[in-house]
């Protein structure tokens, strides 16, 4: 058969990301610019100066990428993620593809961004087939789903407020700490006791796989309210490790009982949220304890990049997928 080499683009938040990947599971080449020193300042992505630096930058890192591979001759197909995002973010990524694709005269692929994150394992472990659970745990996404095949998916369970990385991110900055926030909570909470603050643990007694850590974050920051109204010390490093075992409980809790009722014993893990170690670590324990294959990312290809996307674009350009010039930016998408 022959070798099919698909260029991502990856614009949906901020980072501006290009890639090439070889029969959706060997990467080729992959150029990224991250944006997080501009928006450390603002203590959060501003979408706005995110468009802007994917509009700046983006001729440069999708080039980088192409060279990699050596050149536009050795590219079969366009792919981008249209969705969900940012939507300022998405149209820079979707339009430069749509006009890179009709100039090269190649096809056009769409991508859906959380099946991306689905895909990163495939590049991290080149043997895992479908079917498997997947849990995707990134920054404003929380959702169980069951992978059939490639390109055919089952949301059996999902957040119905704020993401366990929303969460993470709001608790990290009542605590103090600087954007980005995941990563600094995770080395303080290495610091404290997990079990000095017992937190809130939702829909106890309903037998629905769905989330909510919306309490979750409000029972921390009540908490801390109290202590400073009261003039009262504390550690954060506490509150941090008892907030991050909250999270890590109820995801393990939600997921195994997926991989119960589907019958499972192939389990991966997929988002920026998946970096966590705390996180990590709780699910490599449920999984030895229950017998299950446990995969995630490689830590560069938890958070946004393009090679996920080049991957799951491989098999859309083999089902036969095509996007015309009409193809539009859909910040909210079903998977």
């Given amino acids: 058969m022959k070798d099919v080499n698909i260029l991502a683009i990856e614009t949906s938040c901020d980072e501006t990301a290009a890639a090439v990947v070889k029969n959706g599971r060997q990467v080729v ?11 450390k300042e603002f203590g959060g992505v501003v979408p706005e100066i995110a468009s802007r630096n994917h509009v700046l930058k983006l001729p440069q ?31 820079t990524g979707v339009s430069y593809a749509k006009g890179l694709a009709y100039a090269a005269k190649k096809p ?7 099946a991306g994150h689905i895909c990163a394992n495939y590049i991290s472990h080149p043997d895992l087939k479908p079917p498997f659970l ?24 999902r957040t119905r407020d704020d993401a366990a990385g929303e969460a993470i ?18 080395e303080l909470a290495k610091q404290g006791d997990e079990n000095k603050y017992r937190f809130p643990h939702s829909f106890r007694g309903e037998d629905h796989l769905d989330f909510s850590f919306s309490g979750l974050k409000t029972a921390v920051i009540n908490l801390l309210h109290g202590f400073e109204q009261k003039g009262e010390a504390y550690d954060g490093a ?5 907030f991050l075992k909250n999270v890590a409980d109820t ?24 970096a966590n170690e705390q996180i990590r670590t709780a ?36 089902k036969g997928t095509r996007a015309g010039l009409d193809l539009n930016a859909r910040p909210v998408m079903e998977l």
């Fill in 29 to 39: 080449s992959q150029a990224l610019y991250t944006q997080i020193a501009i928006h």
């Fill in 61 to 91: 890192v999708v080039e980088t990428a192409i060279r990699g591979a050596g050149g536009m001759e050795n590219i079969d197909a366009i792919a981008v993620t249209n969705g969900p995002g940012l939507v300022g973010a998405l149209l």
């Fill in 108 to 114: 056009l692929i769409p991508v859906h961004h959380i």
């Fill in 134 to 157: 997947c849990l995707v745990v990134s920054g404003g996404h929380t959702q169980i789903v069951w992978v059939k095949d490639e390109t055919t998916y089952e949301t059996l369970g």
């Fill in 169 to 186: 991110d709001k608790v990290a900055r009542v605590l103090g700490l600087a954007y980005p926030g995941g990563p600094n909570l995770q």
């Fill in 238 to 242: 506490d509150v941090a490790a008892s």
């Fill in 251 to 274: 995801l393990v809790k939600n997921t195994f009982e997926a991989a119960r009722r589907t019958d499972t014993k192939i389990l991966a893990v997929a988002g920026g949220v998946s």
């Fill in 283 to 318: 699910f490599e324990k449920r999984a030895r304890e229950a017998g299950i294959a446990l995969y995630f990312p490689e830590l560069r290809y938890c958070t946004d990049n393009a090679a996920m996307i080049a991957s799951c674009a491989y098999y859309e350009y083999e």
